[in-house]
């Protein structure tokens, strides 16, 4: 599996910054101008890339009000049929080649989740980088087949997938000669408990299917983003919006331009802070080596004399001997006259 590879002209994977993703979903509240707005705010707050979604309600399921169309699960959407929260959280199709337009202006990345063969079909005209498999589509298998053929980096969620979805979606992917792939830890709970994260994962769904790791994040606040970085995680993906307080299918759980701008900042210092996984000291710990502990002469000793607890200690700095000599030289006696303040050497005692 490649653990390295472009998204557009980003290098992702191993060796390369986390990748930051802001997620526009319904946000854009069927406001074209507020779209631009999330973009505009996303590169402001230091985003890597933009990802939008690519569906009609009538692409995504059908209007109809049989039980199993109502949701009714302690979401932020109860209440609604899957074509009614659809028909409000969908991105008009006729927008989406502008705002990738408008992201690529402002030096984004811009990609999208499909959700059908229509919708792919589309956003391959748009020559998008990339291409998101929703966790309620990673066990779509001709969608994902149809996407893998296309040779571009697939990025999946995970948050309703048991392990056969995840090896049979990712053995796909390998079938078509597919091996740019990205698994992202996700709960698929809008928003997310922080008991419910488990981001330890991260590690074993990268050791368990060789690919890169990353998580899609639904909790609120920044910490659980962040934390993900030292477990391996290569990208990040947060809703945007620009108010919550402006409403929308996803506002709740969305990120507003300050946060989503501390989140980025928090990343960045953890990467260079985590630095090496290899023990050694950094120039200025080796500098800083010197005030250690080391022999001293902590009262006058005049030559002849024994070196004893009294006149001999072990203090800071390290300009003496190692302490690790202290028993060696008490009973020896001094070569010369020692005043107090005087770094114990081998030379001076006999």
């Known amino acids: 599996m490649n653990k390295q590879f ?4 980003k290098l992702v994977g191993e060796g390369a910054p986390t990748f930051i993703v802001a997620e526009i979903s319904g946000n854009h509240n069927q406001d074209y101008h507020r779209a631009v707005e999330i973009i505009h705010a996303a590169r402001e707050a230091g985003a890597d890339a933009i990802k939008l979604q690519t569906y009609t309600a009538d692409t995504i399921t059908i209007d109809c009000d049989a039980p199993w169309f109502q949701i009714k699960e302690g979401t932020v959407w109860d209440g609604m049929t899957l074509h009614q929260l659809y028909r409000e959280a969908y991105t008009p199709w006729d927008w989406q080649p502008r705002l990738m337009e ?4 402002l030096g984004l990345e811009c990609f ?14 748009m020559k998008v980088p990339a291409y998101k498999i929703a966790s309620y589509e990673i066990n779509d298998i001709p969608l994902i087949r149809k996407v893998a053929r296309l040779h571009k980096p697939v990025i999946f969620a995970t ?16 079938e078509e000669g597919n091996e740019n792939i990205f698994l992202l830890k996700c709960v698929s709970s809008y928003p997310t408990p ?3 994260v488990n981001l330890r994962v991260i590690p074993t769904l990268a050791n368990t299917y060789d690919c890169l790791t990353g998580i899609s994040d639904h909790t609120m606040g920044s910490i659980v983003s962040a934390a993900s970085v030292p477990l391996g995680a290569k990208m990040i993906e947060k809703h945007l919006t620009l108010k919550r307080a402006d409403g929308g299918p996803d506002s709740s759980f969305s990120m507003e331009p300050g946060e989503f701008a501390k989140l980025v900042q928090e990343v960045r210092i953890l ?56 028993e060696a030289v008490l009973g020896r006696t001094a070569k010369t006259d020692l005043k107090k303040g005087t770094p114990l050497a081998w030379e001076l005692i006999q």
């Open 102 to 105: 408008e992201a690529k202006k």
């Open 6 to 9: 472009m998204i557009g002209n």
């Open 159 to 174: 948050g309703i997938a048991y392990p056969e979805d995840i090896r049979l979606a990712l053995e796909v992917c390998r």
């Open 112 to 125: 999208s989740s499909p959700f059908d063969f229509s919708s792919v079909d589309f956003l391959e005209e």
């Open 194 to 196: 922080y008991d419910e």
């Open 271 to 326: 990467e260079r802070a985590l630095g090496s996984a290899e023990y050694s000291l950094t120039d200025t710990q080796k500098l800083e080596h010197g005030g250690s502990r080391s022999l001293f002469v902590v009262k006058d000793i005049q030559a002849g004399e024994k070196l004893t607890p009294e006149n001999i200690r072990s203090i800071r700095p390290g300009n003496g001997l190692h302490t690790k000599h202290y």
